[in-house]
Structure formats: structure tokens, C-alpha cells
């Protein structure tokens, strides 16, 4: 069931909020088409503002969402801090509503909402979702909420992007292919069945991958034979030709009308190396105060691209498009407190301490624990689409 979140839709009601002006400055476009970054208005920048302490605490437990993936139960995991599940983002010139569960079916009802991406994707799905596990298809879960008749659904889409393993030119058979020009065909075939899409991608770019463009290989990402020609795209060039590809195909699709949300590139927060070479997270307990944010290039560069990428959809956009960029890169920034860490599995004898030679035991910095941080994004979605469908009021 959905709640702010895993509380009940159907059953509880979170405390009602006076209505607020929210108004939103539009992203120049073509014609009368309909694009935001949303938060950007006269009255109030969702995204400008500060993270504050909230004695009240999350609306719902980790005990009492059984969807939560074991390695973001960083409670039933062990970890001993709590108080990163406390702190709320406040915008500086209104407030962030928590979400609304009532609010949220009546204004979807009878529609279906569609979280697309990867397993932050399916990370912010479970904070929005419970109910007991699906056993369907792995690839395309469904919710059904009988009294709205309300559907959220996940699909998975590691690139957003045309996968193949087939042999091209110098690439081998078996290495995985990038078309970047072409949207993942599986996904553009249930775009039209839905109402709302919130759409993420990003972190798989850094997972071993040749990159084709017009059926010529253009590049690659650990991988890359010596005595080729020069690489022409990066993993990065490539993120952001992906989110204009993708974009650009939802936007475009005859089918298709409903409100496109992009959830921007989410941080992450591995100090003193990679995932896999001892970053790690461990012992941050609150988020970093303003004058504290160390700046990531590499997550810069991949929200610069990802914005380039939604400016180029927005040119070929139709009339009947509408689209919004939940801006959430700097305001997550810094949340280092919210990651799992070392806390990534409830084994009562695994290392969470640095060893006698100071390294770091394995640890998730990328992921989000639940309850915590990521419970915010569903109170931005939810404010997205209720300026959508009742308007800036």
C-alpha cells in the first residue's frame, strides 16, 4: 500500500496542510508545449531551501513496510543511529507537504503511475509501495488499489536505452551493447498504459558497455581493445545521449499524453575510493551543514548532461507533452547519512568497523535506507502531480 511512505492508503490519512501557492517558471519550448523545471516559481523553488530536524520522525517503520528490500533495512540490518530518518527538507519560501496518502489516490484515481528505471528506481517504488511481495513478473510489478482504482507499477530499464549482446564489427558477441540512438523497445511498448511516468537512469554507466551510434561503435565503458581507433563518446557523452533518446521517444510517442516526470541523477556519497575500491560512508549520522558540501565532479558533469539531454527532448516535443524535472542532485548531496553503508545485510556478525589495516568494510553508499532520506522524493512527486492536475494553488 502507499504512504509517505508504506503507510496504508486505503486505511490511514496523513495530517491535513492548508493549500499553498505554487507557481512554476517554464522552460522555454516550442509552441504550446508544457515544460518545467518544476519548483522554479515567483513564490517557491522546491529545491532551494535546507534539511531540518523533525522531532515527529518518519511516518512509518521499517517493520511496517515488509516491501522494503533487505539492503535499505538499514534498522533491521543493525544499524545503531536513527536520527537520519528524522530530517525533512524545508524549501526556503513554502512548505514540503508529507505525503499525503489520501491526497495522492484521489488525485490518480482511476490513473496508473510507472516508476522506470534501475534499482534507485525500485528504491524510491518501495518507499511509495507496500503491500506483500509480487511473485509476477519480475520485470513489470504491478499495485492495484481497488477503491481509486489506482495502479503503480515498476519497470526495469537499466540505460533506458536498446540493449543487444550480438557480435558488431569489432565488438565481441556476449559484451553488452548500447544503441544509444534507440529507446529500450520493451519499455516503449507500455508507455501508453500509463498516466504518470517518474523516470530515472545514470548509475549503470559505470558498468561494462560498448556504446553504438548509426550501428557504429563510438565507444565504450571498461572496455575498449587496444589498437582502436579513438574513442568518440564517454560514459558520461553517453548518459547524456541516453536521456535525450529516451525523452525524446516518450515525448513523441503518438500514444502517449501523460506527465513525464525526470528524477535527477541521484548522489552518491563513497568517501576515500569507489564501490568497489573501500569508499565508504560509514559513521555519518546527520546531513552536511551548508559551507560543508564537498563537491562531486563526476555527479556534476552527469546532472549537467542529464539536463542537456532533457533541454534536446524538449525541442522535439509535441504540443501534447508535458514535462518536469525533479531536481533533486544538489539537495541530496548532502544526505552522506542516508546510505546503508556497512549495514547492508542483517548477518549479526558482519564487519561494519574498519580493519587493523584501516581499510573499509564493503559498504552501500548509493542506495537510500528506508525509512530516510528518500521518502522526499515521493513528496516532491506528489507535489508534481498535484500542480498538474489541480493547478498552482
Not at 5 to 30: H, N, T, V, W
Request: proline residues 7%; charged residues 25%; glycine residues 8%.
Amino acid at each position: 500500500m502507499v504512504a509517505c511512505c508504506c503507510l496504508s492508503l486505503e486505511s490511514r490519512i496523513m495530517r491535513s496542510f492548508s493549500p499553498l501557492y505554487y507557481g512554476i517558471k517554464s522552460l522555454q519550448a516550442r509552441g504550446d508545449s508544457d515544460f518545467h523545471f518544476d519548483g522554479y516559481s515567483l513564490g517557491c523553488d522546491l529545491y532551494n531551501g535546507k534539511w531540518f530536524y523533525d522531532p515527529q520522525g518518519p511516518s512509518y517503520t521499517n517493520n511496517s513496510c515488509p516491501i522494503i528490500t533487505q539492503m535499505q533495512n538499514c534498522q533491521g540490518n543493525g544499524r545503531p543511529d536513527k536520527e537520519y530518518e528524522n530530517w525533512r527538507w524545508k524549501p526556503s519560501k513554502c512548505d514540503l507537504p508529507r505525503f499525503d496518502a489520501k491526497k495522492f489516490l484521489e488525485l490518480m484515481r482511476g490513473k496508473t503511475l510507472a516508476f522506470i528505471g534501475d534499482s534507485v528506481a525500485r528504491n524510491q517504488m518501495e518507499s511509495m509501495v507496500e503491500v506483500p511481495q509480487n511473485r509476477g513478473n519480475k520485470r513489470m510489478q504491478r499495485w492495484h488499489f481497488v477503491s481509486t482504482s489506482v495502479m503503480i507499477v515498476r519497470l526495469w530499464s537499466s540505460w533506458l536505452v536498446r540493449e543487444t549482446t550480438e557480435k558488431i564489427d569489432f565488438a565481441p558477441e556476449g559484451v553488452t551493447k548500447l544503441h544509444l540512438d534507440a529507446p529500450d523497445d520493451k519499455l516503449m511498448e507500455f508507455i501508453p498504459n500509463f498516466d504518470v511516468i517518474v523516470i530515472s537512469s545514470g548509475h549503470w554507466f559505470a558498468k561494462q558497455s560498448v556504446y553504438v551510434l548509426n550501428n557504429e561503435i563510438v565507444g565504450g565503458q571498461l572496455w575498449w581493445p587496444n589498437g582502436s581507433p579513438p574513442m568518440k563518446v564517454n560514459n558520461v557523452d553517453a548518459f547524456g545521449i541516453s536521456v535525450g533518446t529516451i525523452l525524446s521517444a516518450i515525448l513523441t510517442h503518438p500514444n502517449y499524453t501523460g506527465l513525464t516526470i525526470v528524477r535527477s541523477f541521484s548522489p552518491d556519497h563513497y568517501e576515500g575510493g569507489a564501490w568497489n575500491t573501500g569508499g565508504s560512508c560509514t559513521g555519518k549520522e546527520k546531513p552536511l551543514a551548508i559551507g560543508e558540501l564537498v563537491e562531486n565532479g563526476f555527479t556534476n558533469i552527469m546532472h549537467e548532461k542529464q539536463v542537456s539531454g532533457f533541454e534536446r527532448a524538449v525541442k522535439k516535443a509535441t504540443s501534447k507533452s508535458k514535462l518536469r524535472l525533479m531536481d533533486i542532485t544538489e539537495v541530496f548531496s548532502y544526505r552522506h547519512d542516508g546510505h546503508p553503508g556497512p549495514y547492508r545485510n542483517p548477518d549479526p556478525n558482519k564487519i561494519t568497523k574498519r580493519g587493523p589495516d584501516g581499510k573499509p568494510p564493503p559498504q552501500d553508499c548509493l542506495h537510500w535506507c528506508m525509512p530516510g532520506p528518500i521518502d522526499t522524493w515521493n513528496e516532491l512527486v506528489l507535489e508534481i502531480i498535484r500542480r498538474e492536475f489541480e493547478g498552482n494553488r
